[in-house]
């Protein structure tokens, strides 16, 4: 599975989706072979004029020019995605919007722990994670929904209710040598380096 199925995976044909910097619109593609509509936006007007000629005519994509949220409107969606960004650029997106959902399928490329524990700060909370491996890459997708819980120190830098155990041991161990690979290079002490390895040495 790819980021982009992994994305789709997690979405209901009864989901209004809107996928916020869309680029290529792959995820709205691959919604739209199935006759779901969805919002496609991305905050380059660039991105958008080329995702609308690469897709050409279709009917289930709306196309759309917006920073984050800005041109979304109350009542279009109830699912948003959030992929291929930084988590403080959610994060931002998240602090301009009054609009709420029901479900938020984020893939941060980093941060995931303050991700986690800032979802909170928007009332959302983590409800799934899944390891996603793509391109010899390895992602943190993270569906949240509606509330907020308190987390653990372990919970909240490695994940919690992974729904695939196989890939998470794959996550683990990436995290091991990358965090390993870390603390030997430096000389200076990484308190959050040290806690990420005393938690996966704990496993
Ligand atoms: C690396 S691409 C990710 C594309 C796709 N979501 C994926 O995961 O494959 C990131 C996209 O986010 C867009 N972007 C970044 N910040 C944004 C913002 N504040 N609002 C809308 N789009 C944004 C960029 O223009 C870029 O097209």
Not at 17 to 23: F, I, K, P, T
Not at 24 to 32: F, N
Not at 57 to 85: K, P, W
Not at 115 to 144: H, P, S, T, W
């Amino acid at each position: 599975m790819n980021r982009i199925e992994a994305l789709y995976s997690f979405i209901d044909e009864c989901d209004k989706v809107v996928d916020v910097g869309c680029d290529q619109a792959k995820l709205g593609l691959m919604l739209s072979k199935r006759k779901q509509k969805s919002i496609a936006s991305d905050r380059s007007e660039n991105v958008i004029d080329r995702a609308r000629h690469d897709i050409g005519r279709n009917q289930y994509i709306d196309l759309r020019v917006s920073d984050g949220l800005e041109n979304i409107q109350e009542g279009e969606a109830d699912t948003l995605v959030l992929a291929g960004m930084g988590t403080h650029t959610m994060l931002e997106i998240l602090s301009k919007t009054n609009l709420r959902f029901k479900k938020i399928i984020t893939i941060s490329n980093n941060y995931h722990d303050i991700l986690r524990e800032k979802m909170n700060d928007f009332n959302y909370k983590v409800d799934k994670e899944l390891i996603v491996e793509d391109a010899d890459k390895i992602y943190n997708l993270i569906v949240f929904t509606e509330g907020t819980r308190e987390y653990t120190e372990k919970e909240l830098l490695l994940g919690l209710n992974h729904i695939d155990e196989d890939m998470y041991k794959k996550y683990i161990e990436f995290l091991k040598e990358k965090y390993n690979n870390i603390k030997k290079s430096s000389q200076d002490k990484n308190e959050k380096v040290d806690k990420i390895l005393e938690h996966i040495n704990s496993l």
